[in-house]
């Protein structure tokens, strides 16, 4: 399950925003407007309607149930081809379980970026997001713009990133989120931040710390292309610890509105997966949305 290949210059032709009504999901759309308009992108706002609404209803009330469902899925969708009047759009009802209608979408029309909102939870050592953000963290490939409860209280009606923060830890896998991180900078003329967390805090103790950062701080400068320097003067930093609560942290002091990440291809449950483990833990507490791409696949 793939995204649309991420070409040299980045951009977003088509955007695909699931909802399903949720508060988390109104919150994501003025995010997924933005990001729409900046790119001059056609945005896709997809439903789905799962047998699993009614699979506790009484046999004689099925029918009933049901075209109420459909009638407020409509009703919905019918206010969101309203306000999105002003945008190329399109809204898009379909039946099945939800993440098979977001795979079959993703395929249909071409996405070159997912916007979700999600229901996020922390949980023992992994991120407890639901069956369905769970399958698209495992299986795209690609862009995701996720939109976790904790964004609710600071998202602004007219979505705007002015802070955006970088973190790698130099290896493809998120490195393969940098050039996002650069294009959205550029189209939203944001200010960057590139982190780093190292994950010995002892080296603060050696003599080789500080050594040890000026390598670390000029490897996070030579990620920006020498044609991006002349727009794009990011800051560079590096911290020791944890690494999800050393890039929470950067992100807090940053104000960020905006957290990108790089995370590898593999099954999410695996608890020594350290990429996606820091991934998972930065989407359970994010205040901002956060950008995950996932590495190709050879």
Same mark, same amino acid.
């Given at each position: ?32 407007? +933005? ?32 075209? @109420? ?13 309203? !306000? ?24 249909? $029309? ?15 050592? !992994?991120?407890?997001?639901? +069956? ?5 963290? !495992? =299986? ?17 009606? =007219? @979505?705007?990133? $002015? ?90 002091? $940053? ?8 995370? !590898? ?11 996606? @483990? ?21």
């Amino acid at each position: 399950m793939r995204l649309s290949e991420a070409p040299t210059k980045i951009g977003f032709k088509n955007v695909l925003f699931a909802t399903d009504f949720s508060p988390v999901s109104r919150t994501a759309l003025p995010f997924a407007e +933005s990001v729409a308009r900046r790119y001059g992108s056609k945005l896709i706002a997809a439903h789905a309607i799962s047998p699993g609404e009614t699979r506790m209803v009484p046999t004689e009330a099925w029918g009933a149930c049901q075209q @109420a469902i459909e009638d407020g899925a409509r009703q919905e969708m019918n206010g969101l081809d309203v !306000r999105l009047t002003a945008i190329p759009h399109e809204v898009v009802i379909r039946h099945g379980m939800i993440w098979d209608v977001l795979s079959e979408l993703i395929e249909e $029309k071409d996405a070159d970026l997912l916007i979700m909102g999600t229901h996020g939870r922390s949980g023992i050592g !992994r991120l407890l997001m639901g +069956s369905v953000a769970e399958e698209v963290f !495992r =299986q795209v490939a690609g862009p995701v713009l996720t939109i976790g409860p904790g964004v609710a209280a600071h998202a602004a009606p =007219q @979505a705007e990133f $002015k802070e955006i923060v970088f973190a790698t830890d130099f290896s493809l896998g998120s490195l393969a989120a940098a050039p996002y991180a650069l294009s959205l900078a550029q189209e939203f003329q944001a200010r960057l931040t590139l982190v780093h967390v190292v994950a010995e805090a002892g080296e603060l103790v050696h003599g080789s710390a500080i050594p040890e950062c000026e390598r670390i701080l000029a490897d996070l400068r030579a990620i920006v292309p020498l044609d991006a320097e002349m727009w794009c003067r990011p800051e560079c930093d590096v911290r020791f610890g944890v690494p999800a609560a050393g890039i929470l942290e950067v992100a807090a002091e $940053k104000r960020a509105d905006l957290i990108v990440l790089g995370v !590898r291809s593999g099954h999410v449950g695996a608890a020594t997966h350290a990429l996606a @483990a820091t991934a998972h833990s930065v989407l359970s507490c994010a205040p901002c949305p956060v950008l995950t791409v996932r590495e190709r696949r050879a």
